[in-house]
């Protein structure tokens, strides 16, 4: 007797290999899919470090080029470069896409991040329904911005947002959800002591130290440089500290950062981080992790983490990393940031001020007491708002009102086309 396939695939596309928190967030979501009703396979239009994590959790993963994406939002302007690439390769990204579909035959296409409007495109050709996954918050021309939203709009057959700050933007005929980034709380709760101690041996960090962390690819807009000219008082007043840098450059060694290369400049931003700490004579307080999966370990090595991003994110997932380990933070008090750390386990500081960012890390560097007090309130909150069981039951909510759940059946297929016997 026929059986009818009681999962459904679900490709979830994500543009790039690198590691970062939006791919970061959609394999761990993929990964805690009830796997006996939804089959996830992870597509990355790039090879690079993001494909060994999938590997780790455990989801399937392959690479398939797709160069066109429109990439426009609070953190990146529209590039000359950027836009040659998305008209030079729209043609072949969408043809791409299509094959895609044909090949693996998913139920729902799930698109992580706004860039991806060319591979929506190919997607949609194929008549598959789309979720589309927007975790920034959109960039500041207005026109721009509308027609971008307006055509997300249109591919999209439901918008899942990460905060309500950036699903705001999209209200409209699209019906949009909003839930959170979230974490496995068996990951990421506080460590041990030994732990503690264990990392910073790793990583060359004093066990005595005081240690301010910041998570994320060093990017100008995510307010590495701020934190750099902070860190000239903070190590005045405090002259234990070290600031500890999880994240890196770009992953890619293209002609432009080789070129930049031989004529004595900096490569990428990292190299440019790094030059202006030399300057400042504080090239020993800074530790460099580079990228790492291994977020729990390298955050319960920290004392408090920095989050002085200059412009909205549509959700600053280091957050959530830190209040699931009872570290306080210090944030710019921009776009979702008061949403995600509620009124008791941040500092909030007006964004690109360095004097301002100084002068909070100072006083919750010198205030063990409220450093705690802060903690315990962001571990309390994370386990209120930000647990991945729930998160993952809405998402699977929103798949099954696109591909519903088919209904089981033993019946014949001759008998159901009506060519059975007598």
Do not use: C
């Amino acid at each position: 007797m026929a059986t009818v396939k009681m999962t459904r695939k679900i490709l979830l596309i994500h543009h790039g290999g690198g590691i970062g928190g939006a791919p970061v967030s959609m394999l761990q979501m993929a990964a805690a899919l009830d796997r006996t009703r939804f089959e996830p396979l992870a597509v990355f239009t790039e090879s690079g470090p993001i494909l060994d994590f999938a590997e780790e959790l455990g989801v399937p993963a392959r690479v398939v080029p797709m160069r066109s994406a429109f990439f426009y939002g609070a953190h990146v302007p529209v590039r000359p470069r950027m836009l040659l690439r998305f008209v030079a390769g729209y043609a072949a990204t969408v043809k791409a896409a299509r094959a895609l579909v044909r090949e693996e035959e998913p139920d729902l296409v799930h698109l992580n991040t706004s860039v991806l409007i060319p591979t929506a495109v190919g997607v949609k050709s194929e008549d598959v329904p789309v979720v589309w996954h927007v975790r920034e918050a959109p960039g500041p021309t207005g026109w721009l911005r509308r027609r971008m939203i307006l055509r997300i709009q249109s591919l999209a057959d439901h918008i899942v947002a990460t905060s309500e700050f950036a699903g705001r933007y999209y209200g409209g005929g699209t019906p949009v959800t909003v839930i959170h980034n979230t974490l496995d709380t068996q990951r990421f709760s506080p460590r041990p002591e030994t732990e503690r101690r264990a990392v910073r041996d790793e990583l060359g960090l004093p066990q005595d130290a005081q240690v301010v962390g910041m998570i994320g690819s060093v990017q100008k807009v995510k307010g590495h440089f701020v934190l750099a000219e902070a860190a000239v008082r903070v190590a005045r007043e405090v002259p234990d500290v070290r600031f500890l840098i999880v994240g890196g450059g770009s992953h890619r060694a293209t002609a432009a950062a080789r070129a930049r290369g031989m004529l004595g400049q900096p490569r990428d931003n990292l190299e440019r981080l790094r030059r202006t700490i030399r300057r400042s004579g504080l090239e020993s307080r800074f530790v460099f992790s580079g990228f790492r999966t291994d977020i729990p370990a390298v955050v319960s090595a920290m004392d408090v983490l920095a989050f002085p991003s200059l412009a909205p994110e549509g959700f600053g997932r280091p957050l959530i990393e830190a209040m699931a380990m009872a570290l306080p933070v210090v944030a710019t008090d921009v776009g979702p940031t008061r949403e995600i750390t509620g009124p008791d386990s941040a500092v909030l500081v007006p964004p690109g001020g360095p004097a301002h960012l100084g002068e909070a890390l100072i006083a919750l560097l010198k205030d063990e007491r409220r450093r705690r007090e802060m903690g315990e309130a962001g571990r309390r909150r994370f386990l209120e708002h930000f647990e991945i069981g729930p998160a993952v039951r809405r998402v699977e909510d929103v798949y099954d009102s696109l591909a519903p759940e088919p209904e089981p059946s033993d019946r014949s297929p001759a008998l159901l086309k009506g060519t059975g016997g007598p």
